[in-house]
C-alpha cells in the first residue's frame, strides 16, 4: 500500500507577533508587548510538537529596517534550545546566515546545539541581502546576489568538511584508559579558498543526525542550484500564481535538478508556503480571508516602502494603486525570487493594489472549513506528488496555531494524511520516513 502522508513544518518570525501591515491584529493578546521571552516560541512549540509537524522554522534578518518600525527580533539562536528542552519530538530549524558567520563558528555551534536537541537541529541557510546588515556588521555594502551564492558554496563546503571530519569510532569513552577520543580518527580541516581559510579540528563530535539538517529557501534559479546541491529540506513559494500544476512544475524542475548532481531526489524534502484560512463555513473563512488581505491606501502606503526596498530603491509610490500596472524590468541583488515573483503578477489586468493583495506569500489558497482546506490539500499532494506544506500566518497568534493543531491537523489525521506520532528520534530520520 503507498504511502500517502505529507509532510508539515512551520514557519515563524522570532519578532512581535500579532502584528499585520504596522497595526495589531485581533486575537492578538499580549503578546504583541511580552513576546522578548520567547514564552509565545516555545507554546508555540509544544503545540507542534503534539499534532506532530517535523519542524518549526524560525526566520530572521539580523538588522533592522528602516522602512518598517515593526521589525525587531530576537536571534533564533538564543530561543533554540529553550524550544527543543519544552519539546520531545519536533525539529528545531533556526536561520542563520552565511554573510556573518564564519564556517567553523557555525559548524561548531550547530553541532552542539544538535547535542542538546537529541538530534533535532536544523540550519535553514540564507544569504542576507540587505544594505542595513552590511553596515550593522562593518561592512560597507553587500556583494552581488550571484556572488553572495558562490560564497554560500565555499561556506557549505567547508562546514560540510568539519562536520564530517571524525570517523566513525573517533568517540571511544574508555573508563578504564580514561581515552574519550581517538585523536587518529579526528581529522584535521585544511582549507584555503577565495573567501574562507581555517586549519584544525572541529572539537564537537558528531551529533545524532551526524551532521544538522539543511534547510533553504531560495527560489532564483541560482538559489535553486544551491538548495539542490545542499539541503535536505527546501521552502518554496508559487509567488501568488497559486495552483497544484505550478506547484508541480517547480516540484519537478528542483527534482531534476537533484538528480542532474546525482542525488535522490527522494532524500530532499520540498515543502510549499501556506496560510489556511478557516472558518465554521466557508463563507465565514471567506470573509475573514478577504477583511484579512483586502488592502487599503493605509497598507498600502505601509507595503510601498518595502517593495522599494526589495527592489533596490525603485519608487513604487509613483504608480496609481488603482491603475493596471504594466510589466516592467528592474535589476536587483536582493531577494530576486521573491520580487520576480511579485513582478510576474503584473500580467496587464491587475493593478499594483489587486498584486500587493494577490502577492500574499503563499503557494494554494486553502479557504474553508478544516474539511474543505483538508480535501484541497489532499487534492494538491496528488498532483503534485509530494512532499507537504511549511504553514505560516501574518499576523500569528495563538488563536490561528489552534485552528490548525486542534481544528485542521485532527481533520488531517483522521484522513491518513498526517502522521499521527512521531517513528524516530531525530528529525532527519522523521523527515524521511515517508
Known amino acids: 500500500m503507498t504511502d500517502k502522508r505529507f509532510h508539515l513544518a512551520w514557519f515563524c ?49 539580523v538588522a533592522f529596517d528602516q522602512m518598517a518600525g515593526y521589525t525587531a527580533r530576537l536571534d533564533p539562536i538564543a530561543v533554540m534550545p529553550l524550544m527543543a528542552q519544552a519539546t520531545k519530538n519536533l525539529g528545531i530549524v533556526g536561520t542563520l546566515s552565511t554573510s556573518f558567520y564564519h564556517p567553523y ?26 544594505h542595513e546588515a552590511a553596515l550593522a556588521f562593518g561592512g560597507i555594502e553587500q556583494p552581488k546576489h550571484d556572488e553572495r551564492y558562490e560564497i554560500a558554496d565555499e561556506f557549505l563546503d567547508v562546514t560540510r568538511q568539519l562536520w564530517d571530519s571524525w570517523e566513525p569510532g573517533a568517540v571511544v569513552a574508555n573508563e578504564e584508559t580514561g581515552m574519550y577520543v581517538d585523536r587518529e580518527k579526528v581529522g584535521i580541516v585544511e582549507h584555503e579558498g577565495k573567501w574562507y581559510k581555517t586549519t584544525g579540528a572541529l572539537n564537537v ?70 496560510t489556511p484560512m478557516l472558518g465554521d463555513t466557508v463563507e465565514a473563512a471567506w470573509d475573514r480571508h478577504n477583511a484579512r488581505y483586502y488592502v487599503s491606501d493605509e497598507d498600502a502606503a505601509l507595503r510601498l516602502p518595502g517593495l522599494s526596498h526589495m527592489s533596490g530603491g525603485h519608487d513604487f509610490s509613483q ?17 530576486q525570487g521573491t520580487f520576480g515573483n511579485f513582478l510576474a503578477l503584473a500580467d496587464g ?21 478544516p474539511e ?18 511549511l504553514i505560516q500566518s501574518r499576523p500569528l497568534t495563538r488563536r490561528f496555531i489552534a485552528e490548525i493543531t486542534d481544528g485542521l491537523v485532527p481533520e488531517l489525521q483522521r484522513r491518513g494524511l498526517v502522521r499521527k506520532e512521531y517513528e524516530f528520534d531525530t528529525l532527519r530520520e522523521n523527515l524521511l520516513a515517508f
Open 372 to 389: 474543505v482546506v483538508a480535501d484541497k490539500m489532499e487534492e494538491a499532494m496528488e498532483i503534485v506528488g509530494g512532499d507537504g506544506f
Open 319 to 335: 504608480y496609481d494603486l488603482d491603475a493596471v500596472f504594466k510589466p516592467i524590468e528592474i535589476h536587483h541583488e536582493g531577494h
Open 205 to 274: 563530535p558528531p551529533g545524532p543526525q551526524g551532521r544538522p539538517l539543511i534547510s533553504q529557501a531560495g527560489s532564483s534559479d541560482r538559489g535553486r542550484d544551491f538548495g539542490a546541491k545542499w539541503a535536505d529540506t527546501i521552502l518554496l513559494s508559487t509567488g501568488g500564481q497559486n495552483s497544484p500544476t505550478v506547484m508541480k512544475e517547480i516540484r519537478d524542475d528542483i527534482r531534476r535538478r537533484l538528480a542532474l548532481i546525482g542525488r535522490d531526489p527522494d532524500s530532499v524534502k520540498i515543502l510549499f508556503l501556506v
Open 105 to 130: 563558528g557555525l559548524a561548531r555551534l550547530m553541532q552542539s546545539l544538535d547535542h542538546v536537541s537529541h538530534g533535532r537541529i536544523g540550519w535553514n541557510v540564507v544569504t542576507t541581502s540587505e
Open 349 to 369: 489586468e491587475r493593478t499594483l493594489r489587486k498584486m500587493i493583495q494577490d502577492s500574499r506569500v503563499t503557494s494554494l489558497d486553502l479557504i474553508g472549513t
Open 13 to 61: 518570525n522570532a519578532l512581535p507577533h500579532g502584528w499585520m501591515n504596522g497595526k495589531a491584529a485581533p486575537w492578538s493578546g499580549n503578546d504583541i508587548l511580552d513576546w522578548q521571552d520567547g514564552s509565545f516560541l516555545i507554546d508555540m512549540a509544544r503545540n507542534l510538537d503534539r499534532a506532530g509537524f517535523d519542524y518549526i522554522m524560525i526566520e530572521d534578518h
